[in-house]
């Protein structure tokens, strides 16, 4: 019998569709989920995506990961914690991701990581730097949330490993946090970390990350005879701190977090006070052949120039996953999460070559050896050394 053409059409269009149904289940869903529009911090996770996207372009040309493609999944947690945990169990749950990163924000992460755990579902932050997040449940536990991004308490080693070598000019230490959750995390590692080293402090200051005059902070400081400060905080709030700094002509060696790579620190600062703070990321602009590469690839949609560290996290951090996934034969999370404990050959990333980055008591892929020291000049985040960073080695970076 012979159909009309109609129904002809029909059939045709009924099993392109299953096809593509079909096609569309096999692909590996990876989701993000990060702020990506509300808050200063959201150049960087758009930064952390451009970056994943451009890896997943790669591993699909090359055939994929499994004989799958990976297709990237995005939500906008836009800075609020709620929104996070939502955005999370609907990765989960609805989209049914194979693994999840970011986030953007650091409180975040800490507010919804026992789902991944509890879900098991592997996590690869590529933005937050929190130190607790990659801390197990419980001792012992199974953990899902591993790390390819700066870590606070890394930082924060190297920055007191620079004080305790520089001890002939930092004679007077002082440390200054502003109040959020970022900085007292901050806080609590300079205390500790100038604890082990044998500093003693001789000043602790805070301020609200919306204060616009740190004087009163700073007089307290100055009374106290301190010659260097470390400061904990995000990048327009240290701004002000340099700016309050100005007002009183009172200007000791500042060291800070790597929030002054911000271009809002850098506007709200100046060009000349924006050159007073020595702190570290992962890359300046004096890139490397590969990461040209990709920054002629994808600097253009980049915000700011200087976020493209994140695009490089987020680039790597996709090559690691990828990695896993090949050694473990699936996507399923534990076999993925005990892959990621024990890559068994290295992988080539735009920052670094990443060999075994990961343990089973150690989910960070970045440490303090791998940190650029770095100082804005003429506006470009450009690499900063002196003889108390040449002089320094690993078994300085107490923690």
Known sequence: MRLPTFFKRALLAAGLAAAAAAASAQDIKLGYNGDLSASPSAQSGQAAVLGMEAAIADINAAGGVLGRKLVLVTRDDTSAPPKSIQNMSELVDNEKVAAVFGPTNSGNAMAWKHIANQKKVPVIGNVGSGTDITKPMSPGADNYMFRVSMVDREQVAALMAYVKKNAEKSKVVGLMAETTGYGQGGLKDMEEIAKLQGIKVAATERFGVGDTDMTS?????????????????????????????????????????????????????????????IFMRTVSETRTPVQQKLFDRIGARLKAPGSFSFALHGYDSVMLYAAAAKQAGTVDGPAVRAALEDLKAPVQGVLKTYDKPFSKTNHEALTAKDLVWIRWKDGKLMPYTDPVIGGLAQADFKQ
Do not use: H
């Open 217 to 277: 902070q700073l007089g307290k400081m100055k009374s106290a005879g301190v010659d260097t400060v470390v400061v904990w905080a995000q990048g327009t709030p240290i701004a002000q701190l340099v700016r309050s700094m100005e007002k009183i002509d009172y200007f000791p060696l500042v060291l800070t977090s790597w929030a002054a790579d911000n271009i809002t620190f850098y506007d709200a600062a100046g060009k000349a006070l924006a050159e007073k703070p």
